[in-house]
């Protein structure tokens, strides 16, 4: 039942007994709840002000514009900042600072102010804020709401180094949690060390006990005893320099970097080229060489030496041992297991949010400039041919980036079918047990997504007219689905045919949308005439505006374009002659892309947002 609001002290009590988070507000639908709230004529401007708080997004106590676009005009409008708002909202944040006890909110109108234009921003409003997020800490829930503190941390450091205040409380607010004197998510520990050394001047100043590398020593052995080698490998990069720059000797962490490489290596002994163990004991060597255990860094040499001789040259193959098969078969169960052992809505955020739902390509790149040895083959040009026999060429003599940007893509086309193993399981077994089907997938566009959101743009006779891509969408997804539980039931020959030429085009218009919304210009001019920019060069863009991070492109690109399946333009040119051309593959890897421009979400902020202040915004601010 919505809220009805009978004076602003109704709703100022309303959102002191309710806010209990800083970025995570959004998820209890407090801005939502607002929306749908009813209230007079004379509180619906405070109303929107709330609104409008709680949408502003800092980072290092700096607002920035959530959302922004461009008019037809050239115009520039956006999701409001401080410096947009008129100044009956700027009183009213004035007087919602004095007499708020909420110091979530306290914190939010603090940085507010900070951030407004003179006469009224002031340093008192950030120290204060400061002081606010202090305390909210003592409140926030630091287990499942890890992140929310995490950000809280990073606001009040920025803070805390740029006024000088409350330094060591700062300090010691990070530390407790890192040490664990204050409970917190055993997992987001890492990501404490990494903000300690973002800021390692302060912490530095404010750890005489020196209790940092400890700890980290501790977290690191922990970490190592659960096979967690990827976080062991994160703290041993982050500590080296951490211990050198406070005058430190690193080759102990040298040496556990060493350690963790071969714990990797060991693990990826049943790898039949034998490529990986190879890589990560020559990393293993290295990192001994640091570290100045000359006889770890020959044992390492010696036992990749030892594997050189099972490698299979000129040979790419996926072939697995029966042994081998049921290993990768029984990793597939545990970890399908463990992603649908949560409900359908997780399920989905898994495939629209999780950094492990895609393979990792700037690791990918990162290993091919660490690794890559020169070959013979680097001197000889190179032609593909496609599936469709068009041809491209690459000359010899290419420079070292552009080898190891090769490298790097070949190691991608493997790694992506090894997830697709795991993805393509995932998607049936979600379907058997009811958590991943077209129901629960529209179900969540429904509550989660921008999909589903009305959005308004203008005709050609200036009348504002709304729309929804979901209409759009939904029939091509419950034709997969249709598809999908004939694989999952046994109960016919599927066909992905309808569903791959519906959806794939449309990821382009998607992608458009998006950065539109966030500000992006997706014209460009070509000899006097406009033109939309290509899907690749919005995949730069997207990278740009950081609304996609560099893996999440790749993955797209690599789907949909050239460097790699290319099934944009088999679908738009019908190159796709034969029903196995329309494969479940290709389905579920575009069903994937869907999900991962799915995960943005709209609040409206516009001309309703900012009542008071000259040029209202038409406009509508994301949060991811």
């Known amino acids: 039942m919505p809220e009805i609001f009978t004076s602003i002290a109704n ?6 007994t309710n806010c209990h988070t800083w970025n995570a ?3 209890r639908d407090l801005t939502a709840e607002l929306k749908e709230a009813t209230a007079p004529s004379e509180i619906a401007p405070a109303v929107q002000y709330e609104r409008i708080a709680l949408g502003i997004w800092f980072k290092e106590c700096t607002a920035e514009r959530e959302f922004s676009a461009t008019t037809t005009e050239g115009q520039t409008v956006g999701s409001p900042l401080p410096n947009d708002l008129g100044s009956d909202a700027l009183s009213y944040y004035q007087q919602r ?6 110091p979530f909110l306290k914190a939010r109108y603090g940085l507010i102010l900070w951030n407004a234009p003179k006469p009224i921003k002031s340093g008192r409003y950030a120290i ?6 202090l305390a909210a800490l003592n409140q926030a829930d630091c287990i499942s709401g890890r992140r929310d503190c995490l950000d809280i941390l990073r606001q009040a450091c920025a803070i805390s180094t740029r006024f000088r205040h ?5 300090a010691a607010a990070a530390l407790d949690r890192f040490t664990g004197a204050v409970p917190y998510e055993q997992e987001g520990r890492a990501h404490i060390f990494t903000l300690i050394t973002e800021q390692a001047q302060l912490f530095r100043a404010h750890d005489p006990a020196g209790t940092i590398l400890p700890t980290v020593v501790s977290l690191f052995e922990e970490r190592f005893a659960a096979a967690d080698y990827h976080t062991c490998e994160h703290l041993c990069k982050l500590a080296a320099p951490f211990a050198q720059g406070s005058q430190l000797p690193p080759r102990e962490w040298h040496q556990r970097l060493g350690q963790t490489y071969e714990a990797l290596a060991a693990q990826r002994l049943s790898d039949d080229s034998s490529l990986m163990p190879i890589e990560f004991l020559t990393r293993a060597a290295n990192a001994y060489q640091l570290s100045g255990d000359q006889a770890a860094e020959t044992r390492s040499l010696e036992q990749a030496q030892a594997l050189k001789d099972k490698l299979r040259l000129g040979v790419v193959t996926s072939e697995f041992t029966p042994e081998q098969s049921q290993m990768l078969a029984d990793d597939i169960k545990r970890h399908t297991e463990a992603v649908l052992a949560v409900d359908a809505d997780e399920v989905c955020r898994y495939l629209a949010f999780s950094p492990r739902a895609i393979p990792d390509f700037a690791d990918m790149k990162q290993k091919a400039a660490q690794e ?3 070959s013979f083959l680097d001197l000889v040009p190179t032609v593909y041919i496609d599936e469709n026999r068009n041809t491209s060429h690459e000359p010899s003599g290419a420079d070292e980036e552009e080898r190891n940007l090769r490298y790097a893509k070949q190691m991608y086309s493997l790694g992506l079918q090894l997830q697709l193993q795991y993805t393509g399981r995932l998607f ?10 077209f129901e629960t997938v529209r179900s969540y ?4 997504s921008w999909f589903a959101q009305p959005l308004p743009e203008s005709d050609f006779s200036g009348n504002t007219v709304e729309y929804a891509w979901a209409p759009l969408i939904l029939p091509g997804l419950e034709n997969f689905f249709q598809q999908l539980g004939k694989v999952a039931n046994g109960s016919g020959q599927p066909d992905f045919v309808l569903c791959l030429d519906s959806l794939t085009p449309k990821m382009e218009g998607l992608l458009r949308e998006l950065l539109q919304r966030s500000g992006a210009s997706t014209i460009t001019a070509r000899q006097r005439d406009l033109r939309e920019v290509a899907f690749d060069g919005l995949l730069d863009l997207a990278q740009e505006k950081d609304l996609l991070d560099e893996n999440e492109c790749y993955f797209i690109r690599y789907v949909c374009l050239s460097e790699g399946k290319n099934v944009r333009n088999n679908v738009a040119h019908a190159y796709y002659h034969h029903l196995h051309q329309y494969s479940i593959e290709k389905a579920v890897l575009m069903v994937l892309v869907l999900l991962r421009l799915s995960h943005f979400h709209f609040g409206p902020v516009a001309a309703e947002a900012t009542p008071d202040s000259a040029g209202d915004a038409a406009s509508s601010e994301p949060g991811l």
Not at 11 to 16: G, K, Q, T, V, Y
Not at 97 to 102: G, L
Not at 128 to 133: E, Q, V
Not at 428 to 437: A, S
């Open 97 to 102: 600072f004095d007499q708020t006890t909420n």
């Open 428 to 437: 049936v077994e979600g379907y058997r047990q009811g958590k991943f089907t």
């Open 166 to 170: 409350r330094e060591a409380d700062t």
């Open 11 to 16: 709703l100022a009590s309303f959102l002191d």
């Open 372 to 374: 890559r040895q020169p």
């Open 25 to 27: 507000i959004h998820d």
């Open 128 to 133: 204060a804020a400061l002081d606010s997020l």
């Open 445 to 448: 566009l429904e509550q989660h």
